[in-house]
């Protein structure tokens, strides 16, 4: 239990073109995903929070206008990445947090490694 | 401020056992995880402390002490596959966010 899936799970692009990317629970319902970004040999760092149905909370530094982040039902969650530059190429990864249960746990997709050319 | 320690890197050898300590300063405290990342992948969840004491789960335990502000992660029997990052992450009451270590880097040599 507790499967959530990122798509797509790589994707090359070219500079100035957007990016979508999805974050599902399949197995149960998330009230709160997570996005990250980790850059290679470094740590998670939060990007934003997002809650079904409200905008999401972004962490200081990210820019809200250029990651548009939609959490329209309790197990989709999308991060779309604007105007992609190279400095955008990390690694994406979501995480979903079961509705009810008692503890925070987050569980995480498998990541979404984006290449800006 | 808010503030998880562990060590940058570890190395051990194979069917040793290893320690992995974590200690923490947050504002809040509703919990403490530990998630095991391989190199190129997404973490995975091991375990969750919210009372002090130990919590055994196969080859794996993490202990907590709240009142300390600690908590480590035991590997007994080390597997070549158990070579990975250990983060620790804690969670505050307020958010449901975790703050999270900068992981330590187990190296597992035959």
């Known amino acids: 239990g507790a499967v959530v899936s990122q798509h797509p799970s790589w994707v090359i692009c070219k500079s100035g073109t957007s990016v979508k990317i999805e974050c599902r629970s399949l197995?149960?319902?998330?009230?709160?995903m997570f996005w990250y970004r980790q850059f290679p040999k470094q740590s998670l760092m939060l990007m934003a929070t997002?809650?079904?149905?409200?905008?999401?909370?972004?962490e200081q530094g990210v820019e809200k206008d250029k990651f548009l982040i939609n959490h329209a039902s309790l197990t989709l969650s999308t991060l779309t990445v604007t105007s992609a530059h190279p400095e955008d190429s990390s690694f994406y990864i979501c995480?979903?947090?079961?509705?009810?249960?008692?503890?925070?746990?987050?569980?995480f997709g498998p990541g979404t490694r984006l290449t800006v050319l | 401020g808010q503030n998880i320690d562990q060590p940058t890197e570890m190395t051990a050898t194979e069917g040793a056992i290893v320690q992995i300590n974590c200690t923490y300063q947050t504002s809040g405290f509703n919990g403490l995880f530990w998630y095991q990342q391989h190199a190129g992948e997404a973490p995975t969840f091991l375990s969750y402390?919210?009372l002090d004491g130990l919590e055994e789960k196969g080859r794996f335990s993490s202990f907590l002490s709240r009142s300390k502000g600690y908590s480590y992660l035991l590997l007994k029997e080390l597997q070549m596959k158990d070579s990975a990052s250990y983060l620790c992450?804690?969670?505050?009451?307020?958010?449901?966010?975790?703050?999270w270590g900068a992981g330590t880097k187990l190296i597992i040599k035959p």
């Open positions: 995480s979903a947090r079961p509705r009810g249960l008692g503890t925070d746990t987050q569980y």
């Open positions: 992450a804690v969670s505050q009451q307020s958010n449901y966010q975790l703050i």
């Open positions: 402390n919210v």
């Open positions: 197995d149960f319902q998330a009230t709160t």
């Open positions: 997002s809650n079904e149905g409200s905008k999401a909370t972004y």
